[in-house]
């Protein structure tokens, strides 16, 4: 069964923040969702209408979208209309109140509203204001429209993925998005503790580009070493040998053994003594020259058994193997679920907290996505604006 | 010329912390760059030897390993025999005045050490205790060796990546690496925020196994929803259309037409106002059905005109569209200028810190990574064993 939020928050390092969310579809909400797993109490601002986008957007599970579901278990929903004075009033009077605003619109649409970082920091210097965004709050493509796709084009991070002899290929999710998130995460993380030392808030500017480029590592180096872009290299290791995906009779199999005592090992392993003793195997650096012929020599002694054979035996020599999993499997995996990995929030399996925390519990059953609006009338009592003139 | 680390601490909100860094090769030192990059003191304990392995990986700028440069710039380091008694004592001395201890062992081989976190929130209570490895240090795998390849592998990113007729694909940079990384300076930030209020530290573990698969977003959407494995599609997104990699004449180009309205404009760009009209491309619902042989009339558009033109005629008419642009395209572009994401540390380019904090320089040129015990000498005056005592 379904069951909606109830509005409790989870405990965790940031109990008693009070998090202001204006983000929607999937970079901020993501970036608050740790927020919120963490302790958090997140009240999610969405428009009048149906609210945040992704409410529309399937796959659904009964009449919950799942990709509203999955960024923004545990949160509050009120909907307010930010143009209209009685909605700006409470909106402005929850501000005094918070620790946190997020929002990731299209740079300069928080200004045009008049809720510009100079504006609240005004009426609360201890606001901590984090903006997500494509391209950040500046620069020349600071208003360039940003989905996912387009980061992931523009960032280099596609030109690197795939194979010599295929296309680009986007990373099968919506990686600049989710590093957008986290990387806000972490900025609104390091501001709260300065906070701590300075009384002051901060304006935090983060950008799905900069996070993008900063996941880029060996393809910069590349870069940075020749003067020239990293060539597509498909699931090999760019500088160790045998590192890639092979296939054995019946499925493909990862095998990683980065120096000669592995090789060693795992040629043993496959009944291929010759190996080691090739001239063109000899060292890795051979290895990695030769890493097509080697391929085919693996491969010709792994198609003799199947993958599930392959896996105990190279394992037990000790040489780092391991099976492609699809992404049902890799949930259900034992690992998945001693580490709650795969957890229940609102009715919804959806993936867990990976930000494991001594002290604070790690709970396979969270409060659900809230429903649009579901805390309204609770959340205009208590920031109800004369309640508010009194403390000012 | 290339300039070694001066042992300068950046300004930021982590300055004053100090940090012990006894994590090696990518993961942990991605999380650790994170907390130098935003003014930690971070000191990198080496092993006696070569230090850190990625010290002997290419590529190299003269005598510098840029796989060791991009992720330890900013920090101190000094080499430890941790089972040596001299060595041993100093290092525990330096426990007793951190805030931070973070290593990527595999799990055991701390508490093997007699340098658990109970044994060493025993001698500092307030001391965050971050642990970063494959699997994490519970569950039936924890002890399994864990590459970056084989948790893409296990996590089910590589089944969603690449293409239908395709093999699965690895992210093409260590994807699992860094998302465990980044998530290790998450637990850290939130533990310290928490330390502020109790007075008490903490034991983070993180596994990078778990911050894949909780970036995994649509592929759980979709086992969740259906209970099957999503399947490679490619490019394309998987509900709206067009939204993909589309051939111009010359090259490639992103779109991103999500809805009717722009797929319109688009289709009156092209000169095609007959797609529209066309029943298969009435909705975003059927242009996804029919994703396909719409492609094929949006590249016989396409192909009458360089990448060049359409990126400009596209965009002016106020549908998202991009290049495809290499890492050396991407780092050198304007924005990334505009928003230092590429650096100079040490003398070597390197992407910069995409945590854009107001209140705090953002420097364009940083320390750089330390030579093997360069601050050795400084760091044995500063943390001797009878200083401590007499402290104690």
Redesign the interface.
Known sequence: MVTKNEGSAAS???S?LLVIDLTHV?NGPFGTT?LAD?GARVVKIEPPGHGDDTRT?????GDQS??FS??NRGKESIVLNLKEDTDRALFLNMVRQADVLTENFRPGTMARLGLS?ETLSEINPRLIYASSSG??Q????AHY???D??IQ???????????PD??????????SD??GG??M???I??????R???G?G??????M???T??????????????????E????R?P?MTP???FSAKDK?I?M?A?NDHLFAQLCTTLGRPDLPEDPRFASNQMRTAHQRELKVELERSLKAQAAEHWLQVIHEAGV????????????E????K??N??IEAGG????????????YPDPTVRTGAPSLNQHGDALRREFAVAVSLADH
Chains 1, 2 share one sequence.
Do not use: W
């Open positions: 965790g390092p940031f008693g999937l740790v963490l957007y399937g796959p659904f599970v799942l990709y999955f960024v970082y391209f950040g500046t620069g020349p493509l429209p940003a989905y796709t387009i084009a523009m960032s280099g991070i596609m030109s690197m993925t795939g194979f295929g296309p680009p290929t986007r990373v099968g999710t919506s990686l989710l590093c986290v990387f995460f972490c900025g993380a390091s501001a709260l503790y300065a701590e030392k300075t002051k901060a304006q935090v500017d983060v950008a580009f900069d996070a480029l900063a996941f880029l590592e060996h393809g910069v180096m590349e870069y940075v070493a020749t003067g020239k872009p990293l597509r290299i498909g699931n290791h500088f590192f890639d995906v493909d990862v990683c980065g780092p193997v391991a099976p492609l999993l699809n992404v049902a499997e890799a949930v995996h034992p690992q998945a001693a580490r990995m795969l919804i399996k959806m993936p867990g907290n990976p930000v494991k925390l001594s002290g």
